[in-house]
């Protein structure tokens, strides 16, 4: 049996869980479910980064021992992740003895090999990143104060006596292995990022602090704690078994490493792909073989950090939503490796489209027919009319093409265009039985093979939808499958192993809605108020702290201003005026940078025409041309041509515009749209 062995960071216990680090979860337990569904055994790790000084302050503010503090915090990461039912094997703290012993062990198995030695240390340091900066990479802030790059806190001036990890050692190692190692650093843009960070040299890496004592003692050198980076990423072994009994120890350690896939989130990219393999390296040891680096949810138009207090509320989030449809938000909706704006509005639509209306719907249109129609018995494939006959047959291999994508997809880690590529399918089926209107085959006995081919047809290829949706909701799915009358477990079945027509013949269960239809007016005003409501709670929880920018949060009564009343100084135009402007769907065809031009992407699309336009546009620093390649866009289509770095652009695309630095959002749609159709 093929092992895969799945891994996402372990969070700081430094204040409480958010949707940020749900995310990751999600994506690890996806995976992890896609593979075992596949027949792997899967070992999911994660867990929680538990040392540092940090966290020795927090405690100390909160007034509990360290330890005490640092269980409650673990506490609320356990029931925050809870609803999710995530499939990790184990949760690793950092806190627990086994981790202690196997990061003991890589310690000396480094110094052992001469890649740690002692020295002295000054630098600015940034507790919650628990890093050291360069004058050059802080912020300065008010008073010229040094502040962190990404927390936008105070830096703090350190001066000690220090191990040091000998990372200039590595520079040609590392440089070595992602060249023979293409996948070693996924998406490509942060292998380059990375590339180009090591060929400017490195630095020896300072890996003990005398100032800090809530963290691992250095072997040998009880005054020193090792710097909570050589301890967090350690875990990604200890958790296995390196140097210790933990599941059986080494024999348990030598069968999952190294890791198939290591998650992380671009803030933390430097350390999963610089420091932790030459950690690696240096003790002799294999390195993961992917290591995946993801976007970030923004809010606002800003990374979401409990720092920067502008987090989405998973209690907010979990009162009016299921983990499955927050499951099959987060993965439809971000483009895997590039950041996403989370909005609830988003969520409401995405939920609304794609399964109440969508997948939900299918599956109670379908199931209900065969109850009132076919007496709760799933028809055989009739030998129906010519006509209909190539239609059901255009749907099954519209499913069949889903199945063979999905996996396609899924295998590259391009999780938003698997799941497209079943809602493609699910559209083809959707379209049949409109077209074929079963509802009034059922009152023409003449037609009743034409009623069993349309009911044959839904059932199989929703039988093969909630095989191939099972890793992403589990169970919408498995409730799928019962109602369709089958046993056992979907995430067992192997979506590409299941046979066309194994389905017929079954009696149904009892038709229950999957998804019900959220009401977005409703739901949208409450979230407002709850949100109010936990900020200042939070606020009120972490005064003495609270960053500046949360008391810049719009207050619900400023929001609901703001939008009645007319800004001062607005010219309206007519709608004739509007109406000049011919906006139109386009779809990309293709997609590639131009050269020598960083910001610009090119495109052809079709808008419906007898000839694709060839189009410009400058996001290619925020999407990777190749995941835009089959997108539904939105174009202005009669703007005059003109010229951008020799290229003839026939048109614009529309994107909104995000934050200070104007990080574009592709316009698109959330349901199918043929191409050309115009926007009026
Ligand atoms: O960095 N969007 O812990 P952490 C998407 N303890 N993902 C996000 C996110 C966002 N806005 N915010 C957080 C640490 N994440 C260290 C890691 S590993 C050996 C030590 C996710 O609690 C994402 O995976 O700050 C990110 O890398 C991680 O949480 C950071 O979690």
Redo the contacts with the bound molecule.
Sequence with gaps: MNKFYVT?????V?SYP????V??TIIADTVARYKRQRGHEVFFLTGT?EHGINIERAAEKAGLPVKQHVDRIVDSFKTAFEPFQFTNRHWVRTTDDYHKAGVRKLWQAAKANGFIYKGKYEGWYCGN?NEFYQEGEAVKGEGDVLLCPTHERPLDLLSEESYFFKLSAFQDKLIAHYEANPHFIRPETRRNEVLSFVRGGLNDLSVSRVSVKWGIPVPDDPEHTMYV?FD??S??ITAIGYGNEQFGGEAHFNKFWPADLQ??????LR??TVYWPAFLMAAGLPLPKTVYS??????GGR????TLGN?IDLEVLHKHFTPEVVRYFVLREMVFGQDGDFTYEALLDRVNADLASGLGNLAARTLTMIRNFCEGVIPSASEANAELTAQANEVREAVALAVVAFDREFDEYNFSRAIEAVSNARFRVDKFISDAKPWDLAKDPAKRAELELVLHTAAESLRHFAALLAPVLPNATQAIWQQLGESGQVNEVIPANLNWGGGAQHKIGDVQPIFPRLDKKKIMEEIKQEEAASQAARAQETKPEAPATATTETKPAEVAAAVNEPAPGVAYIGIEDFLKVELRVGEIKTAERVPKADKLLRFTIDLGEAEPRQILAGIAQYYEPEKLIGRKVIIVANLAPRKLRGFESQGMVLAASIGEEGRPILAGFLEDVPNGARLK
């Design positions: 996402t960071p372990i969070y700081y430094n958010h949707l940020g680090h995310y990751t980064d990143c980076w967090a990423l875990n990604y998650l992380v989130g671009k803030d933390i350390f999963h993801h976007g970030m949810w923004l809010s990374k979401m950090s409990k987090v």
